[in-house]
């Protein structure tokens, strides 16, 4: 395991910045109403094609630093780049996975797969081809004509996922998207998700309150300290390369990381 101490938010000295970010976060802080301060002066790098996981105790600004990244917030101070571009609002580069759903309740499997298409402008008979592959990839081929209501929470997280893949954006923002479903399903949607990773070749910012999620799942660890929400440690698992996945849960290296995060984050936890 690589630890690179950020306690006083300077990461950007301590950290080598990646040769190919897509994601720049400079100087960002974010005020609530005046009196709420969950965010001081993040300075970040994503890296194109890694999965980056923001993990920290609750309120510490995971959610909201993701929700800037995606345009959905502003920012009180500082600004994002994406692909070398200010952010000012939502854009097709970059696609969200809501913790909850956010599906279309009168809509059908393959019509809330293809809605971001349609938002797109894509044609009928290109989008529907499009969420019909993505519906394949997230294993809910057979279901396209069923409504949300007859789907578990899992299958319905997985639409959610391949609507966002449909879109074909280059980065995939993940609010805590596992955490709505039962132990078992999130173990395979941790499993799937590094599948789809290696498969789509796309740059994932994922927010999790899991510590063994984020150490299972991630190429990068950005811890963030309790409200205002800082960079604390940056993280990179040193996990070995083609380790399948049964190994790597029993594997000594992913066990320890995992402790050494728990030792760091429990002082946060009452």
Excluded at 44 to 51: A, I, K, M, P, Q
Excluded at 206 to 232: N, W
Aim: hydrophobic letters at 40%; glycine letters at 8%; aromatic letters at 6%.
């Amino acid at each position: 395991m690589t630890v690179a101490l950020a306690a006083d938010n300077t990461a950007e000295r301590s950290v080598p910045k990646p040769t190919n970010p897509i994601i720049e976060v400079r100087n960002v802080s974010k005020v609530y109403g005046g009196a709420v301060h969950a965010l001081d002066k993040i300075n970040l790098s994503f890296e194109t094609g890694h999965l980056t996981s923001l993990l920290g105790p609750s309120g510490c600004g995971k959610t909201t630093l993701l929700k800037i990244v995606a345009g959905l917030l502003q920012p009180t101070d500082g600004e994002i780049l994406v692909k070398g571009k200010k952010v000012t609002g939502p854009g097709p580069e970059r696609a969200f996975v809501f913790q909850d759903f956010a599906l279309m309740p009168w809509a059908s499997v393959l019509q809330n797969a293809a809605f971001g298409l349609k938002m797109q402008g894509v044609g009928k008979a290109e989008r529907l081809e499009k969420a019909r592959h993505y519906i394949g990839e997230v294993g809910l081929a057979g279901f396209e004509e069923k409504y949300p209501h007859e789907l578990s929470g899992g299958m319905r997280q997985r639409v959610g996922l391949a609507r966002a893949l449909a879109v074909d954006a280059d980065v995939l923002l993940m609010d805590e998207p596992f955490s709505a479903v039962d132990e078992q399903t999130r173990r395979k949607f941790q499993e799937d998700l590094i599948r789809l990773r290696e498969v789509e070749n796309k740059t994932f910012l994922f927010v999790t309150h899991s510590i063994e999620e984020a150490v299972y799942v991630s190429d990068r660890i950005v811890m963030l300290s309790p409200r205002p929400g800082r960079i604390s440690e940056i993280i990179d698992p040193d996990i070995p390369d083609g380790i399948s996945p049964d190994e790597l849960r029993r594997n000594g290296t992913y066990l320890d990381t995992v402790e050494e995060i728990w030792r760091s984050i429990r002082k946060y936890v009452e």
